[in-house]
């Protein structure tokens, strides 16, 4: 959960404790990104540049953003599932969110 | 209320019922203690498997896809893939108004310490 935590961090998104292992968490594209540095031939590579042309009308930041929920499962054999649910936002900002998000926790 | 973006049609809402949003300082970042990690975290509930994505291809070629089950409603979907693999599916299924919309996205997947030639 800490290592969800961290890259939920590293995104710029901000949570909060909602349940048992269960998080709220709010990002707002536009206001930061995260640098992936093992990729070498891209160094600036971060996924807040891509939307900072939204961020100049605050207008329209505060309608792109994101809320969605976090929930640690245990399934069988010591395995865990991460169970990603949008709660508000933008479809494709929220699938965006969590392929950085699963990039970051190295999944993808 | 006057909100211009149609997102918001997708939640039907009745003037002077609508639920405030939650103060912004409320995501307070806080790590959890050391009591919360002490139980095991939930077990899987077995619905979130039956999600539309899932769905073998070839079941859908006749007849028309099935509804979503509300439960398993904007959750996020992956496609799950042997590796290697150069782009990953991420989807969900939400509700707009009395009909549902399922959203895919394919996002390339970057190696990593590998180099582009």
Not at chain 1, 46 to 62: F, N
Not at chain 1, 80 to 95: E, K, S
Request: negative net charge; hydrophobic residues 35%.
């Amino acid at each position: 959960m800490m290592v969800v935590l961290r890259a939920l961090h590293e995104l710029t998104a901000c949570w909060k404790k909602i349940g048992h292992y269960n998080m709220k968490c709010r990002w707002i594209p536009g206001t930061g990104g995260y640098r992936e540095s093992s990729m070498l031939n891209d160094p600036v590579h971060s996924i807040g540049d891509q939307y900072s042309i939204i961020e100049t009308d605050e207008a329209i930041a505060s309608a792109n953003v994101v809320k969605f929920e976090v929930q640690l499962y245990k399934a069988r054999d010591e395995k865990y599932l991460l169970d990603l649910q949008r709660v508000q936002g933008p479809q494709f900002l929220f699938l965006d969110l969590c392929a950085a998000l699963l990039a970051q926790l190295q999944v993808i | 209320m006057n909100n211009p973006h149609a997102e918001d049609h997708e939640d039907a809402t009745v003037p002077g019922f609508d639920i405030p949003n939650s103060p912004d300082s409320s995501y307070n970042n806080v790590h959890p203690g050391n009591e919360d990690d002490a139980r095991d975290p939930p077990v899987v509930p077995p619905h979130l498997q039956h999600t539309l994505l899932s769905y073998p291809a070839s079941a859908d070629a006749s007849d028309s896809i099935p509804l979503p089950q509300h439960v398993i409603l904007n959750h996020l979907y992956i496609e799950n893939r042997e590796a290697p693999r150069s782009v990953v599916a991420l989807g969900f299924s939400h509700r707009f108004r009395s009909k549902f919309v399922t959203v895919v996205l394919y996002k390339p997947v970057h190696r990593r310490g590998s180099t582009s030639s």
